[in-house]
């Protein structure tokens, strides 16, 4: 398993935009699919983008043309630029990796990072 830590999260109006990091360790990096996730208060944890190399990157619906996940394998870490967020988007904003060629589910992806909270107001 690798060890992930997120870092990012805050509160911002709506319309406005965060970034978001995930730092890995303790792994082989570059042969993870990289993935972030999200869970509301009251909701199931949710897809939102995933990336395994430049031209394999997949988002859920209601982030498209919105947020862009990217990596920077030298540094062992996964981004997700947020733009034009939504009171929607609040929500804990999860980190995880997996060895694997799906990208939808959590069950695709065996680490985790602890998480960090997106709040957006309107």
Known sequence: QVLLVE???GLVQ???SLSLSCAASGGAFSTYTMGWFRQAPGKEREFVAAIKWAFWRYYAD??????TISRDNAKSTVYLQMNSLKPEDTAVYYCAAGLTNS?????DF???GQGTQV???S
């Open 103 to 107: 990208y939808a589910s959590a069950a």
């Open 110 to 112: 065996g680490s985790w």
């Open 14 to 16: 709506a319309g406005g």
């Open 119 to 121: 709040t957006v107001s």
């Open 7 to 9: 870092s990012g999260g």
């Open 62 to 67: 209601s982030v498209k043309g919105r947020f």
